[in-house]
Nanobody, 117 residues
Framework: QVRLVESGGGLVQAGGSLRLSCTCVFSGRIFSISTMAWYRQAPGKQRDLVASITSGGSTIYADSVKGRFTISRDNAKNTVSLQMNSLEPEDTADYYC?????????WGQGTHITVSS
């Protein structure tokens, strides 16, 4: 059984920074082979990919966050992080961590970010 625990959300002013973390617990060695990702969902909108990172460290970013957000992982700590800089009001959303491996996908409970203008 895999459980993802997110932290780091909150309220920030436009132009500020936040760092989200997601720890994968009870995973055994699954984390190290998982593709980890952050998604976000704004009110009334679909859940969209923000960034992903493979077990080998390859990354993908949504165009809207390129150059501002950085995803990273620490396999020793079973943690994936999302450093968010130059935040904009349009970044306001619920952010979800996901883990995908061996044909299964797991989700965290989500953490909310509000960026005030």
């Amino acid at each position: 059984q895999v459980r993802l625990v997110e932290s780091g959300g909150g309220l920030v002013q436009a132009g500020g920074s936040l760092r989200l973390s997601c720890t994968c617990v009870f995973s055994g060695r699954i984390f190290s082979i998982s593709t980890m990702a952050w998604y976000r969902q704004a009110p009334g909108k679909q859940r969209d990919l923000v960034a992903s990172i493979t077990s080998g460290g390859s990354t993908i970013y949504a165009d809207s966050v390129k150059g501002r957000f950085t995803i990273s992982r620490d396999n020793a700590k079973n943690t994936v992080s999302l450093q968010m800089n130059s935040l904009e009001p349009e970044d306001t959303a619920d952010y979800y961590c996901s883990s995908r491996a061996l044909g299964s996908e797991y989700w965290g409970q989500g953490t909310h970010i509000t960026v005030s203008s």
